[in-house]
């Protein structure tokens, strides 16, 4: 039996976050807790006490990447410090108890709901019989009063504004991972905001599951308007970004704050996932190609230069070539600001798992290929016309080829997922908002200089 850690030894603990922005937000507050219970941050795995993986598991190669990493840092408790190893996140979520006889060197799992009790299970005495897995229905989501790390930028940060997703399509594991949609407060939301501001964040990317449901389940009338109107007037909060916006019912506040709210960034992330009218039966979407084509047309005919990034799905079950023809030229038709294209992988626990008429893996791929090499080119030419024009620029810090270069990005640009604007290095703090002409246009960058 192990006897309980020397209450008074600082213990070290590395955190490693796999997945999406909304996960990331997950490993933010465990390190804010970690941190008020007295214990050490370090990026170095090999020095650490703790070693913490927040994994992702919503899709079979993030799964297979969250084993491999578990498994990588399993190696250090067998060659250097660390005495205690902690799995959390959606991995845990999906597979339970389970995984405790796969992965016995993994000391405790917590699932999606259980993140932030990360510092008490830590601190479990050891006399009673020590629990390994803490997996329940997620019904947690954190506030204003969790303690929080901003762990990825200075002057950028992710505000996660509700969890869970009370959609059911057809390809996806999330609502079982994260449970039925919860909204935070405006209040609450506003409140972490200006916490934010004041440790020099000046971009502020909205996350959810679904945004565009945010505020459905308070009843009270709550919604992305209301939202939008109280983060609008934290002082120092200047980009205001939404991201990953259910195509169902796009409320008119939003659309008003794009088109109107100086802090909004006239930008709007909605993923579509197909064009074909039998694909979006499949995928239990709701819509049809042209309904999608209504919501483009009454968001563009409301918000003037808006950026739209939206995601597909190729090779989903029954995919025909004349279902991807129509998806390429819906695609080929709208222009869209950003793309992102994903093949289909069959996921345990979803309806698509059980259809039949699987797409070939080569097939996938064709097509994923030929779909990303058209949006390269629609991206090319939309940007070679802003050569000459003067854009404002969020600088981020220098580049990481050159420290004479420069990083930014503008309104229309989202952090990790778009492209970048690159200039000679200047004068100005990362944070800073800086006007620069556009002098160069790449497939998805920019070069520019200093106005």
């Known amino acids: 039996m192990q006897t309980e850690p020397d209450s008074g030894a600082v213990r070290r603990v590395h955190l490693v976050s796999l997945g999406c922005p909304k996960n990331r937000v997950d490993s933010e507050v465990m390190l804010g807790t970690l941190m008020e219970h007295d214990f050490e941050l370090v990026d170095d795995a090999a020095e650490a006490d703790v070693i913490v993986v927040n994994t992702c598991s919503f899709i079979q190669p993030a799964t297979e990447e969250s084993i491999d990493t578990v498994l990588e840092m399993a190696q250090l408790k067998r060659s250097a410090k660390c005495e205690t190893l902690v799995v959390t996140g959606c991995m845990v979520q999906r597979y339970g108890r389970s995984l405790e006889s796969e992965l016995p060197e993994v000391d405790h799992f917590l699932g999606t709901g259980e993140y932030h009790r990360i510092a008490d299970v830590l601190q479990q005495r050891t006399e009673q019989p020590q ?37 059911r399509c057809a390809f996806c594991i999330i609502p079982t991972l994260r ?126 230069d808006l950026a739209i990034r939206t995601t597909f799905i190729v090779g989903f079950p029954g995919e025909t070539d004349a279902d991807f023809d129509e998806l390429y030229d819906f695609v080929r038709a709208q222009r869209f600001a950003h793309v992102g294209v994903f093949t289909y992988h069959s996921e345990e626990g979803t309806p698509a798992a059980t259809f039949g008429e699987q797409v070939p893996d080569t097939v996938k791929q064709e097509r994923q290929a030929a779909l990303m090499q058209l949006q390269q080119e629609i991206s090319k030419q939309q940007l070679s016309q802003l050569v000459g024009t003067t854009v404002q620029v969020l600088l981020e810090g220098t580049s990481e080829e050159s420290e004479l270069v420069m990083r930014g990005r503008m309104q229309t640009q989202a952090p990790d997922v778009d492209g970048q604007v690159f200039l000679p290095v200047i004068e100005a703090s990362v944070g800073s908002l800086v006007d620069v002409r556009i002098t160069q246009a790449a497939n998805y960058d920019l070069v520019g200089e200093l106005a």
């Open 179 to 304: 449970g039925r949609l919860r909204s935070r407060t405006v209040e609450s939301l506003v409140a972490e905001a200006t916490t934010l501001a004041g440790q020099g964040v000046v971009e502020l990317n909205l996350v959810s599951q679904d945004s565009t449901a945010y505020g459905r389940d308070l009843r009270d009338g709550t919604g992305l308007g209301a939202l939008l109107d109280g983060l609008s007037t934290v002082d120092g909060i200047e980009w205001i970004r939404l991201h990953y916006a259910y195509p169902h019912g796009i409320p008119d506040g939003l659309l008003e704050h794009l088109a109107h709210n100086d802090k909004v960034c006239r930008y709007l992330d909605i993923p579509l996932q197909h064009a074909s009218g039998p694909m979006l039966k499949a995928m239990r979407r709701g819509v049809t190609r042209a309904g999608q084509e209504r919501i483009l047309d009454r968001i563009r005919g409301a918000v003037d």
């Open 131 to 167: 629990i390994r897995s803490h997996v329940d229905v997620p019904l947690y989501i954190h506030d204003e009063l969790s303690p929080r790390i901003n762990s990825w930028s200075r002057c950028s940060a992710y505000l996660k504004i509700s969890e869970g997703c009370d959609h």
